[in-house]
């Protein structure tokens, strides 16, 4: 798994360096830079039980924002994750989730909880945790359409809300510029490895996870349903 891999290396350099042969090197990483804090404090334990512990507190969150509404209800949500099998390996494996569910969980919040007062400190603090959980995972980018539709809803589609969203969406992207910079520095191409080809990606291999499992047009959305 790249995600114990990649500080593994970066331990036995004594520094952050671009690994040519790791195709998912381009990935944003800031949980594997925590991963390689862990590594280098204590152990390779340590680095998974991070995961462990960001999920935990990401239960403990879950918990206490529908257990405002309903106790029982709060105790079936936890039931609800932890039935599910792909939450309960989560916890016990070196990946990203835990990070990556933390600063979504904290997106909604904010959105929910606090976007309907007068300060506009709100949406800011937004942009900043959609900004970080892009350096957890750039698939975490679905949280874009979702996070503008939210606040146009709750703000009745009025120009505020307009900026508002556009203003999470700016400093969101100050927060992912680093990575860009950082993959342009060292690749030339600040979407590596993705858009088009670099020398560090074998052609065959690129063109694979460019067009392996694409569908056309809507069929993409449905796809999930349709296989079951």
């Not at 590594?39 to 935990?56: C, H, I, K, V």
């Not at 460019?210 to 079951?228: C, D, Q, V």
Request: proline share 4%; hydrophobic share 50%; glycine share 8%.
């Amino acid at each position: 798994m790249y995600h114990l891999e990649l500080p593994r290396q970066y331990l036995s350099q004594g520094r952050f360096h671009f690994v040519t042969g790791n195709y998912y090197w381009g990935q944003t990483q800031l949980t594997e830079i925590l991963y390689t804090w862990c590594g280098s404090l204590f152990s390779w334990e340590t680095a998974t039980t991070l995961n462990w512990f960001m999920l935990f507190l990401f239960l403990i969150g879950v918990f206490g924002t529908v257990k405002r509404h309903s106790r029982s209800g709060a105790w079936v949500s936890i039931a609800a994750l932890l039935v599910g099998e792909t939450f309960r390996l989560s916890m016990g494996s070196g990946y990203v989730d835990g990070v990556s569910a933390l600063f979504g969980y904290a997106v909604w919040v904010l959105i929910f909880g606090r976007i309907k007062e007068e300060d506009d400190r709100s949406s800011i603090w937004i942009g900043v945790l959609f900004g970080l959980a892009l350096w957890v995972k750039i698939s975490n980018l679905i949280l874009l359409p979702i996070l503008f539709i939210s606040l146009l809803v709750i703000n009745l589609w009025n120009s505020r809300a307009w900026w508002r969203g556009l203003r999470s969406l700016l400093v969101g992207i100050l927060i992912i510029a680093p990575w860009l910079i950082i993959l342009w520095i060292y690749t030339g191409n600040p979407f590596y490895p993705h858009i088009y080809e670099t020398p560090w990606v074998n052609p065959a291999r690129y063109s694979f996870f460019s067009t392996a499992g694409t569908a056309p047009g809507l069929t993409a959305i449905w796809l999930p349903i349709a296989a079951t």
